[in-house]
């Protein structure tokens, strides 16, 4: 059976659920199916790693409800004869729900659910009467379910599917911008939306407290300006005073990353973070928050190095312990990691799934 997957998204900026769009939608039609991205904002930085065989339609809607946007993805759907409509995000969702309540739609929808709920723990109102026109619910972190049987989804709805990448297109990352700037110090890296789910409130605590000298570098967008500005004021400080430098988004983040000395995810709201997978898939070693599926993943397999979430002392600690490392040794531990996403994150491994779900709901 051939199918035709949409994939609806309300940006292809820098970030991880974005990336999980174009992975998925890249090895379907690699697979020999049909697959589409529907972009229901603005944001197409990541559009040109998507296939060429991708359509993708931008509706840069202004308004969540905006009739004329609807009724272009109504037709859209239609006239190209999608089986499913894979929804990245309760956003997108929000959208795609308003068609399928007006029956200008018939395509069974997948919600897949990029969100962490540690500090997203609501229900939004709106979703418990949505909630009802999902076929099923993809989490990608086993701690989405909670939420999802409190916002009424049948649990025989639901499925977890963890995040996963193309692990050979991965190695051919290319740094295309400036390199890291020669700092005082091993050189960590934060690679992020500046956002309070994202913790580098926390991570700045923890470079003061650092006894190795270190310097930061923050690679990401202002995804929350108001948090982003205090961040900015917090670093400087006199005790962060010059060891902090805010590099703004990259798109070549990753060979960024493996430039540095090391990498730092302080998160304390996740559902993956795909990032973590892709630091051990390129032999970068890290430090990061035991969130997400991802984070539980490599952490149960010994792969990484983890504390818990707003415990700066800790983090501190775990950093100036692989610092400590010579430069060889943390590369050696970081090789072994690098095995270890391989087996559990490779895009091989969960695509089987998502086709067992597609099928099923084509049917």
């Given at each position: 059976m ?25 090895r379907?039609?690699g697979?020999?199916?049909r ?8 944001g ?85 009467i949505?909630?009802?026109g ?18 009424g989804?049948?649990a ?144 149960e ?6 504390v ?15 610092l ?40």
């Amino acid at each position: 059976m051939t199918l035709h997957v949409a994939h609806v998204i309300d940006t292809l900026s820098l970030g991880g659920a974005e990336r999980m769009v174009v992975e998925l939608a890249n090895r379907t039609v690699g697979d020999g199916h049909r697959a589409s991205v529907c972009v229901t904002r603005a944001g197409l930085a990541l559009a040109p790693r998507l296939d060429p065989r991708i359509e993708v339609l931008v509706l840069d809607r202004r308004s969540r409800f905006a009739l004329r946007p609807l009724a272009r993805l109504a037709r859209w759907l239609r006239d190209r004869e999608v089986t499913i409509v894979h929804c990245h995000g309760r956003s997108s969702f929000s959208l795609v729900s308003v068609l399928r309540a007006v029956r200008a739609m018939s395509q069974p929808i997948v919600l897949h659910d990029h969100r962490g709920v540690q500090l997203h723990p609501a229900v939004p109102a709106w979703f418990r009467i949505a909630g009802r026109g999902l076929a099923a619910y993809a989490a990608v972190d086993r701690a989405q379910l909670a939420w999802a049987a409190r916002a009424g989804v049948p649990a025989a709805r639901t499925r977890v599917i963890g995040n996963a990448i193309d692990m050979a297109a991965l190695a051919g990352r290319r740094l295309t911008g400036p390199p890291l700037p020669a700092a005082p110090g091993a050189r960590l890296i934060f690679v992020g939306g500046l956002r309070p789910d994202k913790a580098v409130d926390v991570l700045l605590d923890a470079i003061a407290r650092l006894t190795a000298p270190a310097t930061l570098f923050v690679v990401g967008g202002d995804a929350d300006p108001g948090y982003a500005a205090a961040c900015r004021a917090r670093a400087q400080r006199p005790e962060l005073a010059g060891r902090v430098v805010f590099l703004g988004p990259r798109d070549d983040a990753l060979a960024l990353a493996a430039t540095a000395d090391l990498a730092v995810h302080p998160a304390r709201s996740e559902s993956g973070p795909l990032v973590l997978a892709e630091y051990a898939a390129l032999a970068i070693p890290f430090v990061a928050t035991r969130v997400g599926g991802v984070a539980t993943g490599l952490a149960e397999a010994g792969a990484g190095r983890f504390v818990a979430p707003d415990d700066p002392a800790a983090l501190a600690a775990a950093i100036d312990a692989l610092l400590a490392l010579a430069p060889a040794d943390r590369r050696r531990l970081a090789t072994a990691w690098g095995a270890v996403a391989r087996r559990l994150f490779d895009l091989s491994v969960v695509m089987p799934r998502w086709y067992e779900l597609y099928a099923e709901l084509a049917r």
